[in-house]
């Protein structure tokens, strides 16, 4: 049978670097934090390197039920990342990201969506279009808070489970910071719980969102 491919691409930029964006799809403890309104569950059950298999649970928008499924990520190399999710409605998606750096430490973010399937699925794909440029774009628009901080505390000398040293130590702030350029390392930092057999579970479905103060 000759299969169909059902695809999107989406792109935005950040005001961010490169790295500071994968470091964020790496980091699968804030999925049921900062997206608790699309995942209720995630799991890392293997990881090593940039190579990562995880489980989620999730509700994408439109739809009115939570499907869970396996994902295994890794890094084609430093500017592409790759995904395959195979959820329990059957789909395999490939999911990869395209990063381009730009000047000031900006980036360009491509993401290009696929599904193969039998071709009785084509006339789906504008629903596929519509539900995935949906995704991309809310996960981006609660994302991005997130990755800004990350680099903004990153610049004043912030480290995983550690903190600001000036802050830690009531000084205070420096004239001037000096920081390296930002690296991916992975794998990243996380707490036991994400990589138990309970794994994260998100702590509520309605939240007020404050958001974070400058
Ligand atoms: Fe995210």
Redesign the pocket.
């Known amino acids: 049978m000759k299969k169909i491919a059902l695809s999107l691409k989406c792109e935005r930029e950040m005001d961010c670097p490169r790295d500071v964006i994968i470091w964020?799809?790496y980091?699968h403890e804030?999925?049921t934090g900062?997206?608790y309104k699309y995942y209720n569950k995630a799991r890392v059950l293997a990881e090593k390197n940039d190579w990562a298999l995880v489980y989620r649970s999730k509700k994408m928008p439109f739809l009115p039920f939570f499907s869970s499924g396996i994902g295994f990520q890794y890094m084609v190399n430093e500017n592409v990342m790759r995904t395959y999710h195979k959820d329990s409605v059957g789909f395999l998606l490939q999911m990869e990201a395209h990063f381009k750096e730009l000047p000031n430490d900006r980036c360009l973010v491509t993401v290009y969506y696929k599904i193969e399937t039998h071709p009785i699925f084509k006339i789906f794909e504008p629903l596929f279009k519509r539900l995935f440029r949906s995704w991309f774009d809310a996960?981006w628009d609660?994302?991005a808070p997130?990755r800004l901080r990350r680099w903004k505390t990153y610049k004043l000398g912030f480290k995983d489970f550690y903190g600001i040293d000036y802050i830690n130590k009531k000084l205070t702030k420096p004239e001037k910071t000096e920081y390296e350029q930002y690296k991916f390392d992975p794998p990243i930092k996380s707490l036991p719980k994400i990589k138990s057999p309970e794994g994260e579970v998100r702590p509520f479905s309605k939240s007020a969102e404050i958001g974070y103060n400058d």
């Open positions: 964020n799809y980091d804030h999925l900062t997206h996960t609660e994302d997130m």
